[in-house]
Structures are given as C-alpha cells and as structure tokens.
C-alpha cells in the first residue's frame, strides 16, 4: 500500500493511507537506512500486518520520480476510421506514471486535397500530439481528442522534403491551399 506519512512521534507515528484510513506504526517499522528521510506528508509505502488493529510493517519512503523530456515517448496505436474519419490512437509514455491516450481525428478528404499518403498519417498525428505537450510546459495533455486541420496539414507538407524523381508528383503548397 501508499500512503502519506501524518504524524511522527518518539516510538510511532500514523500514515493517512491510499485507502483514506490511518494506519500506525512503530519507528521500528521503518526500514533503517529511510528512518533519517522520515518527515511529515512524505510519502510512503508499507505492508499491513494483520488484526482488527492493522499496523504498518516495512515502511519505505518513496523517492519522488524526477521525468525528464527524453523519458517521454509517444506510440502510435493504431486507427479506426468510420466514413471519411479515420481516428489515430497515439499514447503518451511516462516511466513511473499512467499511459495517456491521445486520439487525434483526421477527415480523409483533407489528406487526399493536400496530397498526404495513408501511410504519413500516423506521423503526422504523432507530431500534432508532440506539438499539443510542447505548448504546455507541464507536460500534462492539453486535450486528449483533437482533429488534424488545413493548417496543421500545411505545416507537416512544409516540413517534408520534396522527391522529384519518386514518381509523385512535386507538392505544390500553394495550389493545394487554394483548391480548398
């Protein structure tokens, strides 16, 4: 179990659990290299040792998980598509923390008026869900359903180098905007 630690006295001391219930425990309890650590409102994990009266036995202190920007990932999960939306499945990966799932819409008819292939879809949405967590500094998703629009159409095409002898015809920016 978790929890956070409530009160220290000489002897014992009470952790208001995960499970909103206070549970003692002795300062023997502690694991001996943590007893230094120990402060109130400092997080914890423990075991329960049994009886009407549960205390807590293997009390260690919980070392707060510092995230940096190359620990997060995203993954692309796969897509849905009903008529002309197809729905892209992206997660955001967090070690330490739960999964966030991103589901980010794109109107099919969009991606063929701006030439972008079924298979650049999943980078495209992949950079939109990036560019959505670098707007927001504290890495929290800002929404977790979003739809791909014109500009963001725009701007992937900007970003992709132009093949002249692929067979593809060259992107022309400017008359795919105007055709819309």
Known sequence: MTGTI????????????????????????VLSYDLAKLAVGQSVSFDLQGGGDSRAVNVVVQKPVQVTHSEISLRYMGFEQRGCTRSYRVDQVVP???TKRFVVTADMVLSTRHHIGLQEGPALCMRSVAEQLDADGSREPLRQGSSLSDESMLAFLERQ???????????????SWNKG
């Open 6 to 29: 409530r009160s220290i006295g000489p002897y014992s001391g009470s952790i208001h659990a995960e499970t909103r219930r206070n549970v003692s425990f002795e300062l023997s309890a």
């Open 96 to 98: 330490g923390q739960e």
């Open 161 to 175: 180098p132009v093949r002249a002898k692929s067979g593809r015809p060259k992107r022309n920016l400017s008359a």
